[in-house]
């Protein structure tokens, strides 16, 4: 609409001027420099975007189907993270708890409390899981172990829900949102972000948008390889191929035989 008003405008200063150019003397730079505004003026305003509306191409075979109500098990999930046997963690960022959902789910589905208050209680407490508070948490991830992190978002905290109960292993010292890297004790992050488990480089991953950045927190390697470190009874990694400690053992077991 701006540009339209400011083409109209434009045409009637250029009439203007050549009727003034006949009677008076010539304007040559001025009518130059507005005849080349109009062209620009002309060329953005056909450039403007046009809107066809949508255009929508449904595939067959979906069905949408609800098999779980938040409000009638209670828990109101905010983020789900599914464990390696189909367990089902979910953050409740309204309640400020962790909870844990077994399939199958139907109506019948129960929440059971991993770590935080039933009754909602907010607040920064670590220990032992059923006395641990959150503060409106939105994020959650799992390593090889099973370890819980939890981006505990008001609290500007990331948490570890793990052996030794809950317990934070960064940020939360300040209730002030931040930009600042270093120990786990000084570290800040704004009031929006996630977090990743990233095993390739056993790490996690925090994803804080508030401040547009990609931080990392390294892990135990413990925690991050714990599901391979025994041998099997056939012996096979089902993600590594053989396990190499297996390798070793057969080794050892046909030198034994000489």
């Given at each position: 609409?701006?540009?339209?008003?400011?083409?109209?405008?434009?045409?009637?200063?250029?009439?203007?001027?050549?009727?003034?150019?006949?009677?008076?003397?010539?304007?040559?730079?001025?009518?130059?420099?507005?005849?080349?505004?109009?062209?620009?003026?002309?060329?953005?305003?056909?450039?403007?975007?046009?809107?066809?509306?949508?255009?929508?191409?449904?595939?067959?075979?979906?069905?949408?189907?609800?098999?779980?109500?938040?409000?009638?098990?209670?828990?109101?999930?905010?983020?789900?993270?599914?464990?390696?046997?189909?367990?089902?963690?979910?953050?409740?960022?309204?309640?400020?708890?962790?909870?844990?959902?077994?399939?199958?789910?139907?109506?019948?589905?129960?929440?059971?409390?991993?770590?935080?208050?039933?009754?909602?209680?907010?607040?920064?407490?670590?220990?032992?899981?059923?006395?641990?508070?959150?503060?409106?948490?939105?994020?959650?991830?799992?390593?090889?172990?099973?370890?819980?992190?939890?981006?505990?978002?008001?609290?500007?905290?990331?948490?570890?829900?793990?052996?030794?109960?809950?317990?934070?292993?960064?940020?939360?010292?300040?209730?002030?949102?931040?930009?600042?890297?270093?120990?786990?004790?000084?570290?800040?992050?704004?009031?929006?972000?996630?977090?990743?488990?990233?095993?390739?480089?056993?790490?996690?991953?925090?994803?804080?948008?508030?401040?547009?950045?990609?931080?990392?927190?390294?892990?135990?390697q413990d925690d991050c390889d714990y599901q391979y470190d025994s041998i099997s009874s056939t012996g096979l990694d089902p993600k590594h191929g053989i396990s190499p400690k297996f390798i070793m053992y057969v080794w050892l077991l046909c030198l034994s035989k000489f």
């Open positions: 609409m701006r540009e339209s008003h400011l083409f109209i405008t434009l045409t009637l200063l250029l009439a203007y001027i050549l009727q003034f150019q006949a009677q008076a003397a010539p304007a040559g730079p001025l009518i130059k420099h507005l005849s080349s505004l109009l062209k620009w003026t002309t060329r953005s305003a056909s450039k403007a975007p046009q809107s066809d509306g949508n255009v929508l191409q449904f595939e067959n075979g979906y069905l949408v189907e609800t098999v779980v109500e938040g409000n009638e098990i209670g828990v109101v999930p905010y983020k789900i993270r599914v464990s390696e046997d189909g367990e089902l963690f979910a953050v409740d960022e309204v309640n400020s708890n962790i909870m844990k959902i077994t399939p199958p789910l139907s109506q019948y589905s129960r929440g059971r409390l991993v770590a935080g208050s039933f009754q909602g209680y907010t607040g920064h407490v670590d220990g032992k899981p059923s006395e641990a508070r959150f503060n409106h948490p939105r994020g959650i991830t799992m390593d090889d172990k099973g370890n819980l992190y939890v981006a505990d978002t008001v609290n500007l905290a990331i948490r570890k829900i793990g052996d030794a109960g809950v317990t934070t292993i960064a940020g939360g010292k300040s209730s002030v949102a931040g930009f600042r890297d270093g120990p786990s004790e000084d570290a800040k992050f704004s009031n929006d972000f996630d977090v990743i488990y990233v095993r390739p480089t056993c790490s996690l991953l925090v994803v804080d948008r508030g401040n547009a950045a990609l931080r990392q927190i390294s892990l135990n």
